[in-house]
């Protein structure tokens, strides 16, 4: 059994409003599209700290190999540490059983006072899905999600199905570059013995060198957000 997870501290001095980004995902590895998505939505929605928390055992994963938590977290640490506004974070995989979101809500929002306001940000096409996410009423009472969209990305499908579900979701679209680098690519290309750099940091880039990965299992998994 593992100990509490640590969470940063946020909001103890109760005098004013603190926004805590919530930056799940499985993170295989971290990337680029990653931090740039986080970034934007700091700035956007004037987050005071966005927490990247790679998932434990990713719920819609579990018929797939995932690498290794340990290794996922020192590579999200490696990514994150230039950024004083991010912080990486152990909490799912710290904890026992499969990683959804509502619990990690749940547990945040116990965790902080009321004066703290949880984001949660994912991408726009996971809004497509997210009121079929587990226990979505419970989420949708815990905090507002940010939908990281492309130039150029039709949103109006997705308000019509979070409108359309009777759940009142409170949903913030926001607009990023255009960066088309994914996780499931990354895998890949290292596995193919081709570049990454400028997909990922250089940082994480040395740790998968060092440590090997990638280069011997199957690559062709579907790259996905958090855990739902």
């Given at each position: 059994m593992h100990a509490a997870p640590r969470l940063p501290e946020l909001g103890a001095d109760r005098q004013r409003e603190y926004r805590l980004g919530i930056m799940g995902g499985t993170f295989d590895p971290i990337h680029y599209g990653h931090l740039v998505t986080a970034e934007q939505a700091r700035e956007a929605l004037e987050l005071d700290l966005v927490l990247f928390m790679p998932a434990g055992i990713p719920a819609f994963k579990q018929d797939k190999r995932v690498t290794d938590a340990e290794d996922r977290y020192a590579m999200t640490v490696l990514a994150t540490a230039a950024n004083p506004a991010f912080d990486a974070s152990r909490f799912e995989i710290d904890r026992d059983g499969v990683t959804y979101t509502i619990d990690t809500l749940r547990a945040l929002r116990a965790n902080y006072p009321d004066n703290v306001k949880l984001f949660f940000i994912t991408g726009a096409d996971a809004i497509l899905d997210l009121v079929t996410w587990h226990d979505a009423a419970a989420m949708a009472e815990l905090a507002t999600f940010i939908a990281a969209t492309r130039p150029g990305y039709d949103i109006e499908q997705a308000r019509q199905r979070v409108a359309a579900s009777g759940v009142p979701f409170d949903v913030r679209y926001i607009e990023i570059p255009a960066l088309a680098i994914s996780s499931t690519n990354i895998r890949a290309r290292v596995s193919a013995k081709k570049s990454v750099r400028y997909l990922t940091s250089?940082?994480?880039?040395?740790?998968?060198?060092?440590?090997?990965?990638?280069?011997?299992?199957?690559v062709e998994r579907v790259d996905g957000a958090t855990a739902r």
């Open positions: 250089e940082s994480v880039i040395g740790y998968i060198r060092k440590n090997g990965l990638y280069s011997s299992h199957a």
